[in-house]
């Protein structure tokens, strides 16, 4: 077992994986860690809710507890003084990342929400992708080459 601070324990194992991972994977894993999915899924950093959902009748998010962000970010101070992956980075952009904490724990939650209610984010002008891998083009019409691409891909599986 690993000390993290605050009476927070981890397996050895836990640890080198948190230790050994990028920024991305380190927050990802580290905030179900400590937050828990369930409550990620029901919160929002601030208690408020997300300017897409204003306008819809949703219920009002919980504040992520005040106590687990300071062991959030203490975490992620250490990872980030002590990971392989960090030690490039100079101090400035240490504190840096330290300072967009908030920001990197919004995308989670947002991720994890998405992941929830099926939802993928397409950006404007980008081709459709169906969930057997038909491309619309743009126009939204699935053309013969698609059609071709799936031909072959059921030939191979």
């Given at each position: 077992?690993?000390?993290l601070?605050?009476g927070?324990?981890?397996?050895?194992?836990f640890?080198?994986?948190?230790?050994?991972?990028k920024?991305?994977?380190?927050?990802?894993t580290?905030?179900?860690?400590?937050?828990?999915?369930?409550?990620l899924?029901?919160s929002?950093i601030?208690?408020?809710?997300?300017?897409?959902?204003?306008?819809?009748q949703?219920?009002?998010?919980?504040?992520?507890?005040?106590h687990?962000?300071?062991r959030m970010?203490?975490?992620?101070k250490?990872?980030?003084?002590?990971?392989?992956h960090?030690c490039?980075l100079?101090?400035?952009?240490?504190?840096?990342h330290?300072?967009r904490?908030?920001?990197y724990?919004g995308?989670?939650?947002a991720?994890?929400k998405?992941?929830?209610n099926g939802?993928?984010k397409r950006?404007?002008?980008?081709?459709?992708?169906?969930r057997?891998?038909?491309?619309?083009?743009?126009?939204?019409?699935?053309?013969?080459?698609?059609?071709?691409?799936?031909?072959?891909?059921?030939?191979?599986?």
């Amino acid at each position: 077992m690993v000390f993290l601070g605050d009476g927070e324990w981890v397996e050895r194992v836990f640890y080198d994986a948190l230790m050994g991972a990028k920024i991305p994977q380190f927050l990802d894993t580290a905030a179900d860690h400590i937050f828990g999915q369930n409550v990620l899924l029901k919160s929002t950093i601030t208690g408020k809710p997300s300017n897409r959902s204003k306008n819809i009748q949703v219920e009002k998010p919980e504040q992520l507890d005040a106590h687990l962000m300071q062991r959030m970010r203490a975490i992620f101070k250490h990872w980030l003084y002590t990971s392989v992956h960090a030690c490039f980075l100079s101090t400035v952009k240490r504190d840096y990342h330290l300072g967009r904490l908030e920001y990197y724990l919004g995308r989670r939650i947002a991720s994890i929400k998405n992941n929830v209610n099926g939802y993928q984010k397409r950006k404007s002008g980008s081709k459709q992708v169906s969930r057997d891998g038909a491309s619309d083009g743009g126009n939204g019409h699935v053309g013969a080459g698609a059609c071709t691409l799936l031909g072959i891909e059921r030939i191979k599986t």
